[in-house]
């Protein structure tokens, strides 16, 4: 069994930073790509940053020079620090973590946190 476990969202002003968390446990043998997606009513989910498992990272460009992702391969976790937050930051963030587990232990598969509310006022 493994669970993606998020915190960190919250209500900020435009301008303001939050930071978020995604730890994973369980049974895990092995940890790939990490993300950050958001998603608001009516819309796709989109990729907002990503992490590979050696520490290449990517960004969306409406969030690149004010958001930084990391990841602790030992604690099997990701953050994602938000500075500068505007309004149209504002929806729901999810991790996603790509894990190799007992039940597929040659393959990686990609599970979904619960979602974090982010609302950033003006």
């Known amino acids: 069994q493994v669970q993606l476990v998020e915190s960190g969202g919250g209500l900020v002003q435009a301008g303001g930073s939050l930071r978020l968390s995604c730890a994973a446990s369980?049974?895990?043998?092995?940890?790939?790509?990490m993300g950050w997606y958001r998603q608001t009513p009516g819309k796709q989910r989109d990729l907002v940053a990503s992490?590979?498992?050696?520490?290449?990272?990517s960004y969306a460009d409406s969030v690149k020079d004010r958001f930084t992702i990391s990841r602790d391969n030992a604690k099997n976790w990701t953050l994602l620090q938000m500075n500068s937050l505007k309004p149209e930051d504002t929806a729901v963030y999810y991790c996603?973590?790509?894990?190799?587990?007992?039940?597929?232990?040659?393959?990686?598969?990609?599970?979904w946190g619960q979602g974090t509310q982010v609302t950033v006022s003006s």
């Open positions: 996603n973590v790509y894990l190799r587990t007992p039940s597929d232990p040659r393959g990686l598969k990609g599970y």
């Open positions: 369980g049974s895990i043998l092995g940890v790939g790509n």
């Open positions: 992490i590979t498992a050696s520490g290449t990272t």
